[in-house]
């Protein structure tokens, strides 16, 4: 009698840790203007992802992570950052995202035919007790250059491995990690 105590006990403990591996991550929100010929679309500016996480290096590390996956996707080449930056700095006037002449000056100057803006809204480790959970939620717009329009966007919201690696003993995934996940699976309606 004990031993099936014991054993229905483990059970339900590994169903749970499934459970608690398997759940949390929210499906993608996305939005695809469905008149526009994305085969137009050749090179593509990403500026700086704007950080309203509490982790402050996580819209560097977002940036970073998106800039190399919209290269291997292997559909777009991407102007490298530093150059982004610098015409950003001339064209740019305000604080948040681009105006729509912003956008189509930085079409114009950087010769590209998007620009990929956005904002890292949550990049945290969340713990319960002896568990860490990493969580990343991305918020990224697509804009094109003749008007300044957006033409896609997706948020996505990952959570990494927690309650599961913590039991099994392998420690909670690192957050860029969890970032790099978040970035695939918001890209994949713009790619997919």
Do not use: Y
Request: proline letters at 3%.
């Amino acid at each position: 009698m004990e031993d099936s105590r014991l054993s229905a006990a483990a059970s339900i403990i590994i169903v749970g840790l499934t459970l608690l591996g398997c759940s949390g991550n929210l499906a993608t929100t996305e939005f695809t203007n469905p008149r526009f010929d994305f085969g137009f679309v050749e090179r593509v500016a990403v500026l700086p992802l704007e950080d309203l996480a509490e982790d402050r290096r996580a819209g560097v590390r977002a940036t970073r992570i998106l800039i190399t996956e919209l290269l291997a996707s292997g559909a777009v080449d991407v102007v490298e950052p530093g150059e982004v930056q610098a015409v950003l700095d001339r064209v740019a006037r305000g604080r948040g995202g681009p105006s729509n002449s912003e956008v189509i000056e930085l079409g114009r100057k950087l010769d590209v035919q998007a620009v990929m803006v956005g904002s890292v809204t949550q990049s945290e480790v969340l713990r319960s007790g002896v568990v860490s959970v990493p969580v990343v939620t991305l918020d990224l717009h697509l804009l094109e250059t003749e008007t300044g329009a957006a033409v896609w966007a997706a948020t996505h919201t990952e959570r990494g491995s927690g309650a599961a690696a913590k039991w099994l003993g392998t420690g909670a995934e690192a957050i860029s990690a969890t970032t790099r996940r978040c970035v695939q699976k918001a890209l994949r309606s713009l790619f997919g």
